[in-house]
């Protein structure tokens, strides 16, 4: 009897937890399904940035965003939020086929592949007319 009880009570334990991370909005595997969304996180990151480009990777694990001044904002997952980076360049960026590689130079931020498909070369081609601007957003 006291084996069930423990039990019952590791059992209520454990779903008690799971609702409250649910209710936090933890966990998951929170994707970039659409444009909106990505335009959204990009206006979140840095005030006054107005994508009118969005590339989106289609595991949705991360996005480009081009503005009217031609800024380019990588959005990509980073633990349970998304960040967001300017990049200034294309010092970091190497393009394979479908795939755009970009690396921001910051260590913590890390570097990650996008399957952009066919718009993977005209993004790559923009990152080479970034100036020397850079911001952590």
Sequence with gaps: MGAMLQFAGSLAAILGLAALSHR??????????????ARRLAGEALEGFEPVAIALDR???????????????????????????????????????QFLTIATGERTFGAITLDLGAEAPAWAASLRHLGGRRSAA
């Design 24 to 37: 936090l909005g933890l966990g998951g595997d929170e994707r970039l399904r659409d444009a909106e969304r």
């Design 59 to 97: 595991a949705g694990i991360a996005a480009l965003a081009r503005d009217a001044s031609g800024r380019v904002m990588l959005l990509r997952r980073h633990g349970a939020k998304w960040a967001a980076r300017l990049l200034d360049g294309h010092g970091h960026a190497r393009l394979d086929r």
